[in-house]
């Protein structure tokens, strides 16, 4: 089970401290995938992929502009359903996240 608290995580007796704010996270087959607060410095890439042993496996690749167009923004939330990883932007797309390497599959609009 995944606990967050401000800027750390805790999973299964293991923490790991960041220097940014964890707005959410979600498990699935061994990997945790985390969105993190950025600020204006901090690009739109905010969504990194961990082991359970809080090792990390990738951060999200940018949208091909066949996907995602040329606007960007940050992420605000994940999910993981039946296996497919889903990272949510601030305009209301929903990116399906490729979870073993972090490329952006698809996109689908959610407001």
Same mark, same amino acid.
């Given at each position: 089970?995944?606990?967050?608290?401000?800027?750390?995580?805790?999973?299964?007796?293991?923490? #790991? %401290?960041?220097?940014?704010? !964890?707005?959410? @996270?979600?498990?699935?087959? $061994?990997?945790?995938?985390?969105?993190?607060?950025?600020?204006?410095?901090?690009?739109?890439?905010?969504?990194?992929?961990?082991?359970?042993? #809080? %090792?990390?496996?990738?951060? !999200?690749?940018? @949208?091909?502009?066949?996907? $995602?167009?040329?606007?960007?923004?940050?992420?605000?939330?994940?999910?993981?359903?039946?296996?497919?990883?889903?990272?949510?932007?601030?305009?209301?797309?929903?990116?399906?996240?490729?979870?073993?390497?972090?490329?952006?599959?698809?996109?689908?609009?959610?407001?």
């Amino acid at each position: 089970m995944i606990e967050i608290q401000n800027n750390k995580i805790l999973l299964d007796g293991k923490e #790991l %401290q960041f220097d940014n704010k !964890i707005i959410e @996270a979600a498990e699935y087959e $061994g990997k945790v995938v985390i969105v993190f607060e950025t600020d204006e410095d901090g690009g739109y890439d905010s969504v990194f992929c961990y082991t359970q042993d #809080l %090792q990390l496996l990738w951060r !999200i690749k940018p @949208a091909p502009v066949a996907i $995602g167009g040329t606007a960007r923004s940050p992420y605000v939330g994940v999910d993981i359903v039946e296996g497919n990883c889903r990272a949510i932007d601030f305009y209301g797309r929903r990116f399906k996240v490729n979870l073993e390497n972090g490329e952006i599959i698809s996109k689908d609009i959610v407001r």
